[in-house]
Every structure is written in C-alpha cells, then in structure tokens.
C-alpha cells in the first residue's frame, strides 16, 4: 500500500478532520489531496522531488501532506519553531525547490546565504484554487521514499531520516494491532503534525482506520477539555507535560469519554503515572520511539501496564538489548536498545556513513541504553549520547553550544539537561566569558532566540571562570550535569 492511499477504502460521508469547528468527510479529503496533488504536479513537482511543509496543526496540513506524496514529491515537514537560518539549511541539504506554506515565508536573506537556489513557496490558498490540468498518477513504489524527518545529529546539524511508504503503513498497522482502533474512534491531535510521533499517532494510525480526528492548533488544557468534551473524543496521545496538565486540571468527568492515552517524546514520571490512574481511573500506556523507526518500537499493552517501562516491542517489530559487540544480552542487563522491522528508516539523506553506523548488522542502533525483562518489557536507562528532551522536544547540547560562541563575550561554554517538573528537562548553559568581555543572561536569551528555536534556548544560564574537564580537556559534562542541580537548588534556598 502506498501511504496517500489509508484513506481511500472508507465511507465518503464519514467524518475525517475537523478543525476550528470546520468539518471535511473523507470524499472531501479525497477531492482536495487529488486537487493538491494535480496543482504542485502542475507547479513543477516530479518523483523523488524534495517538497517542504510549513504549517501549524490545521486540517490543511494533512491534505498538503498526502497531496504532496500523492504527486509523486516527498515531503518534508518542518518544525514551524525554527529560526530562518535553520529552516535554509534543511532547504539546502535536501535540494528543496518548492515548499508548501499557510503563509509566505520570509527566507530570502537566510537562503542566499546558505547558498540555496531560488525557493518557490505554494501557500495553501494558491493550492485551493482550481487547476487547468488534472492529475496525473504516479508509478510508485511501497519502498519508495516518501517522507524525510529532519532530526538533530550529534554534529549539531540536522539528519533527514528517510522513511518510505512501507515505513508509516506497517508502523501505523502494527500499533494498532497493540492499541485497538475503530472507525467509530474520535482522536484528539494537540501534538505538532511534523512531528514524527504525532504525525503516526494522532493522524496517520486514525486515517487508516477510518476514525475522525480533531484538530487542535495550539495546545491549551482549557482548548482541550473542550474539544474532548463537544466531540466526545475516545483517544489522546501527548507527552508528558500533557499528561501532568490533565492531572492537575482536569476533573474525572471532563476526561469521561476517551478510552485510552498515550504518553510518548520523553520518559514518564512513574509518580505522575500513578496519580493520573488514581485520579482518573484509567492509565496512561507510555511507548517508545524515534523517527527512524517511523517512529513507535514499544507500547504498553491497556491489559497490562508496568509503570517505568516503555512496554514490549510492537507486533512486527523485532527489539534486542546488545552489547558494545552487537551482541544480544540476558535479561535484566543493560546495553543499547537495538531494533528491526518494516518500521526502519531507509537510511539518512546524503550521509551514507552515518547510515551503516545506525543500521549495522540489520539493526537501527538507538544510543539508548536500557533493559529488558522476563516478561519482555523494556526499561530505558539512560542515553548514550546528551541529548536534552524538553516538553518532547529533542534539543542537542551541541548546536546550543555552537549558536553560543558566536556571541562576541563567550570564550567558552557548555550545555547539559537538568531535571524540570514540567518539562522533563530543561536546557542549561554554563559560559565562560572572554577577558574584560559583559554579557547578561537577558541579553544571551535575546541572542539565541535570533538564531535557534525558543525551546532550544537556555532556561538557565551559570557564569564561570573556567570548565571542568579531564585530563585531555574534554568538558565534564556529568560533573557540570551535578553542579547544576546543586546551584539550582542553593539558588531557590
């Protein structure tokens, strides 16, 4: 099955998307993806043409989505966070020519100096319009890529993890045969579409089953628990954070109607889950997974819930602990958490060297470490490299660091994750500020907020004299990691 195609086999007159109170039926949905579809062909759009997606949560975006595979494009969507300089970077790796926008965005200055070519920008009301010639099918493949999710590397730059058709129907199929959906089903989308996990949770898995998905645009409780309520809606996937603002908000009647919820991006604090249960009397079934494997690898199944773990691997969807050998460990021993499946990415765009590292031995190698037990649920440890998840957002210490030394006051510096009640993580900067050089904290916020997405910016900010390192002058960053829990809390005493 080619992924444009989940919504093809269901009742034309059953309910698909609904946002801001607008409805659109599945046949609607039909019409406006061929009519997309026929538009960006017309506009230029080949094969295996990079296509870009910039919009927030809206039901356009799922047309746009589709439409673009449908023209035979594959499409790229964006965190709609990102400053002008990132989004010209993704444009430049991935040879991007057209982008579809809600509304023009201003890039010519960040892309000539990025050295892109010229950017042609479709915005949703130009793709509305009607066109003079009909669409023209595609000759595809299920292995073929049809999606690219851009998702930070280890340099700083983002990777595009390149996910075929393939991909996003078998991991779409395989949750659901974990976590049971029906077309009668109401889901709730609050979490950003670009994103990898809403995009197969909230969308993509909801499609395939016929269900009806409501559209939040920007995340509020009091948005949510009126949605939940007018629409009666049965499912709702989130992180965390989510799932503490119902614990806190909510009353047990609000929430009446949903059957189950997901919590994914980020760990799970096992009090929070207990409470929740408590309060509301239903669970909180917390997974696993990562954009190269479209992405979910693990669920806990509603019938049996282990708190602080991530559940056992998907139906489909083979998970191994291994050693630094690549070697399979008993139970109960820590190693990285390696997976396989039809849910693996086909590789990374234009890094064929980053790719067989991932994928070597068959395997999608995490950099998570964790454990499994007898009974096959598996409990992540710690991560093997530093990245920060803050309020499901992944943010690398070392773009932070790299945007921070070009402030003209910064010697040096160094970014680490320190524990947040509500965000899970948050971003923290130690600097060191050049010989007779100033900077205040408001002044370094203002800096980064030019150059980086607001979540990538420091929530806190230590002046030092100098790092510590070891003895080949590699920053400690766990000793820092200490340090910062300690002067945050000698800071609030």
């Known amino acids: 099955m080619l992924f444009y195609e989940i919504i093809n086999d269901h009742p034309a007159e059953d309910p698909a998307l609904i946002c801001q ?34 919009s927030k949560n809206c039901n356009e975006f799922v047309i746009a989505y589709l439409a673009i595979i449908k023209a035979g494009g594959v499409v790229v969507p964006f965190n709609f966070q990102l400053a002008a300089p990132e989004v010209a970077y993704i444009v430049q790796d991935a040879g991007m020519r057209v982008m579809v926008t809600r509304q023009k965005l201003e890039l010519d200055a960040a892309l000539q100096e990025c050295g892109c070519g010229p950017l042609k920008q479709l915005d949703f009301e130009n793709l509305r319009q009607p066109v003079d010639r009909g669409y023209e099918d595609i000759a595809m493949d299920d292995n073929d890529n049809c999606t690219i999710i851009y998702t930070s590397g280890t340099t700083g730059h983002p990777k595009g ?48 089953h016929g269900c009806c998905i409501v559209v939040q645009e920007n995340y509020t409780l009091a948005e949510a628990l009126r949605l939940i309520q007018r629409y009666e809606i049965t499912q709702f996937a989130g992180v965390p954070t989510m799932i503490q603002m119902f614990e806190k908000g909510a009353d047990s009647g609000q929430l009446a109607s949903v059957r189950f919820f997901i919590s994914g991006g980020a ?3 096992q009090k929070l889950a207990k409470d929740f249960k408590k309060k509301f009397g239903k669970p909180v079934q917390e997974g696993y997974g990562l954009s190269e494997a479209s992405p979910v690898c693990t669920v806990n199944p509603a019938e049996k819930i282990k708190v ?6 998907l139906p489909n969807v083979r998970v191994e602990i291994r050693d630094e050998d690549d070697r399979r460990v008993a139970s109960g021993t820590v190693g990285e958490l390696c997976v396989r499946g039809d849910n693996v990415m086909l590789g990374y765009l234009n890094r064929p060297e980053e790719t067989a590292a991932a994928l070597r031995g068959g395997w999608l190698h995490t950099g998570d470490l964790a454990y499994q037990d007898e009974e096959g649920y598996i ?24 945007a921070l030394y070009h402030h003209p006051a910064v010697q040096e510096n160094a970014v680490v994750g320190v524990p947040d009640k509500l965000r899970g993580q948050a971003v923290c900067a130690y600097l060191v500020l050049k010989e007779g050089a100033a900077a205040t904290k408001p002044q370094l916020r203002r800096f980064l907020m030019e150059r980086l997405a607001s979540y990538k910016v420091p929530k806190y900010f230590f002046f030092c004299e100098q790092l510590p390192k070891n003895g080949t002058g590699k920053v400690m960053k766990t000793a820092l990691r200490e340090n910062a829990i300690e002067d945050l809390v000698n800071r609030q005493n």
């Not at 530093?386 to 070392?398: A, Q, S």
Request: hydrophobic residues 40%; contains cysteine.
């Open 21 to 54: 109170d607008k409805m659109l039926t599945y046949g609607e949905v039909r019409e406006e993806v061929t009519l997309w579809a026929a538009h960006l062909q017309s506009s230029g759009v080949c094969k295996g043409d990079k296509v870009g997606l910039f």
């Open 161 to 208: 993890a390149m996910l075929s058709h393939r991909n996003l129907v078998a991991n779409a199929k395989d949750f659901t045969q974990r976590v049971l959906m029906y077309s009668s089903d109401k889901t709730l989308c609050v979490l950003p579409m670009y994103h990898c996990f809403a995009w197969t949770v909230s969308v993509a898995c909801p499609l395939l």
């Open 267 to 269: 760990s799970l604090p």
């Open 308 to 313: 602080g773990s991530i559940g056992p691997q």
């Open 379 to 402: 409990f992540i440890v710690d991560r093997l490299k530093d990245m920060i998840i803050t309020g499901g957002e992944n943010v690398y210490p070392r773009e932070v660091e790299e």
